[in-house]
């Protein structure tokens, strides 16, 4: 029988990457005797609940009918903030160090032109972004950028709003969205994927790191959905490397373990003579099969 760390006395360690998926099985399982006492703790705890019982009746008979009018009036409640609730946003506040203004040049309807002089502001928003240094101006500093929107009504009295770009960024990915409305810039956003994916920092080191040295409060929230839209950004330049590879007179192709929870997957690398592409999937034929595919795609193009 071949020895693994949980039929010997050997270390986790040891244990090869497809045989660690059901090592904690067992701790998934009670021991035995633990069923007992909780059955004994559920029974104690139904008695004194069953003792109660009768006194509280009559209190929750009176109480119905105003229970009952409550769960109306919230049924009628419009969803999202209600009037008079206290509004929650960024506690930290950064100085302004530029404003843009945002126009409307033409109506949306009659295509009629719009002077800037009748418009009227309608929402605001501020993005943080990262000024890198230059040979006249060494180190890296903050910038907050404050973007104001504006709408115009023209002479024919139809409204045109100049809202931010938003757009879905892939067919493969269809729930993130690229968006002009947002808290980070760019040059932000480039230095929190390095951090991620260069120096492998995890969201807590990240959170630490801009607060220490750039005074910058990041919610893990925010880095995530950061992380996530600049990778979909990129997502098309992944034909592009395919293509390379795919033309490359030499290729060199490598595997190891790759655990996502409690799926056992494999990072595949693929090095080219000009291009590495990693990709993240099984050992078997579904990684030649999608390959195949993407090369007949980008073929057929």
Same mark, same amino acid.
């Given at each position: ?108 309807? *009659? ?47 139809? *409204? ?21 409305w947002r808290l980070l810039g760019p040059e932000l956003a480039a230095l929190i994927v390095c951090l991620a994916y260069r120096i492998r920092l995890s969201r807590a080191r990240i959170q ?62 693929? *090095? ?30």
């Amino acid at each position: 029988m071949r020895q693994t760390s949980r039929n010997s006395s050997r270390p986790p360690s040891s244990d090869l990457p497809w045989d660690k998926a059901g090592i904690n099985d067992e701790d998934q399982h009670p021991q035995q005797g633990q069923d007992e006492f909780t059955g004994m703790d559920d029974y104690i705890r139904d008695t004194e609940e069953a003792s109660k019982t009768g006194s509280e009746e009559n209190t929750q008979d009176e109480a119905q009918p105003t229970k009952q009018l409550e769960d109306e009036a919230s049924d009628r409640r419009k969803p999202g903030k209600q009037p008079g609730a206290p509004g929650y946003g960024r506690e930290q506040k950064i100085a302004v160090t530029a404003e843009e203004h945002h126009y409307p040049t033409d109506c949306a309807r *009659c295509d009629r032109e719009l002077k800037q002089d009748a418009a009227t502001a309608y929402t605001a928003f501020e993005t943080v972004d990262v000024k890198w240094a230059d040979p006249n101006k060494p180190g890296m500093s903050l910038t907050n950028t404050k973007h104001t929107y504006y709408k115009t009504v023209c002479a024919r009295g139809h *409204c045109t709003q100049q809202a931010p770009h938003r757009q879905v960024t892939h067919s493969s990915t269809p729930n993130i969205f690229l968006s002009e409305w947002r808290l980070l810039g760019p040059e932000l956003a480039a230095l929190i994927v390095c951090l991620a994916y260069r120096i492998r920092l995890s969201r807590a080191r990240i959170q630490e790191l801009l607060s220490d040295w750039l005074d910058l409060e990041i919610s893990v929230g925010t880095l995530h959905a950061t992380l996530h839209e600049s990778g979909a950004a990129v997502l098309p330049v992944e034909d592009e490397l395919v293509a390379a590879i795919q033309s490359s007179g030499l290729l060199h192709v490598d595997e190891t373990s790759w655990r996502e929870l409690n799926t056992l997957l494999w990072l595949w690398v693929f *090095c080219g003579q000009d291009v590495v592409v990693y990709w993240i999937a099984g050992r078997g034929s579904e990684l030649l099969q999608r390959i195949r595919q993407r090369f007949s795609r980008l073929a057929d193009e």
